[in-house]
């Protein structure tokens, strides 16, 4: 058997053995926006983190299929632990989450116990363990706002979303120093370039990106506010993309006569110029389509959680629902 595209000879139709599947295991097929085309095609719901967490929380099938990485299975599980929880490839991890470890977060938890805590939804379970409050990109400010002004915040762990919620708020943070392998590493001086050679076009920037390349928006938010801009914006636009690329395809599909362009990441170390595959996130890209066919025809890799953390990792989240 060849678990390849069904359009070359004797391949299995992968897409339509999953519709089988989901049929079969009463499952939901979750995907981020920075997941592959083919894998956004066959989901049943496509969202950035905050649209994912609310639907893992309303879920009424058995088997919930998680195609995005382990701290956003772990979220599902979370929200309705009595679901069967898959996810395509177990190793798809997540920079951002591993630069905060449980153990040394709380111990800067606890050098400052007169904090409340907020944490950014990509963090481990354990790390929602240790907060008050979690948030996404969509809500980060709201939910800084709806604490009360002079109570002392940490925030957790992307210093640069941390940076752009102060500087949004107006409310001074303790930031942990963590940061997205793939939105730090976007050129400052390649996405000048791209806006000289194409006057006119709209920049769309996620805050997880450093201050100055911030600087550059035209619109700076979350990957569904980004692709709310292009379902508003004119028809034949051109927009410079400064988030993970697999955006991209649900922007081809809200706005399919529009330009869309990269923008590079800069290349560090000894080489010089900038790397527009460098952009990819290569834990999303790990989830393919022949690996959700065989986790669903297989019911495995499953994610479990002890009770007791999930108990604990529920609250945060809770409270971030109930705020935006």
Not at 297 to 307: G, I, K, N, V
Request: with cysteine.
């Amino acid at each position: 058997m060849v678990l390849v595209d069904a359009s070359q000879p004797g391949a299995v139709d992968l897409a339509a053995e999953i519709q089988a599947l989901k049929k079969s295991l009463n499952a939901v097929v979750l995907a981020h926006y920075y997941q592959y085309g083919e894998v956004q095609d066959v989901a049943d719901f496509i969202g950035d983190s905050l649209q994912l967490a609310r639907e893992a929380a309303q879920v009424k099938a058995d088997v919930i299929v998680f195609c995005g990485v382990h701290f956003m299975a772990e979220t599902a599980k979370i929200m309705s632990p009595d679901k069967l929880v898959l996810l395509p490839d177990l190793a798809a991890g997540c920079s951002l989450s591993e630069s905060a470890p449980a153990g040394p977060f709380a111990e800067f938890v606890a050098a400052h116990p007169d904090h409340t805590v907020v944490t950014y939804v990509n963090s481990s379970a354990a790390v929602k363990a240790l907060s008050d409050y979690c948030c996404t990109s969509s809500n980060a400010v709201d939910v800084v706002n709806s604490i009360p002004k002079g109570k002392p915040i940490i925030f957790a762990p992307d210093r640069f979303l941390g940076d752009w919620v102060m500087r949004e708020t107006g409310r001074d943070m303790l930031l942990w120093e963590g940061s997205c392998e793939v939105h730090e590493l976007f050129s400052e001086d390649k996405i000048v370039d791209l806006k000289q050679q194409h006057p006119g076009a709209i920049t769309l920037v996620h805050p997880e990106c450093p201050a100055p390349v911030r600087a550059l928006a035209d619109v700076i938010g979350s990957t569904k506010k980004l692709l709310e801009a292009v379902r508003a914006g004119e028809p034949n636009a051109t927009y410079v993309v400064v988030t993970e690329p697999g955006i991209i395809h649900q922007m081809q599909h809200a706005a399919p006569q529009a330009t869309f362009i990269m923008a590079p990441a800069e290349i560090r170390g000894n080489e010089q110029g900038a790397c527009t595959s460098c952009n990819e996130c290569p834990h999303m890209k790990r989830n393919t389509l022949e690996k959700l066919y065989l986790c669903m025809r297989d019911q495995s890799p499953s994610l479990e959680l002890p009770a007791d953390l999930i108990k604990r990792a529920r609250l945060p989240i809770e409270r971030m629902l109930s705020i935006g």
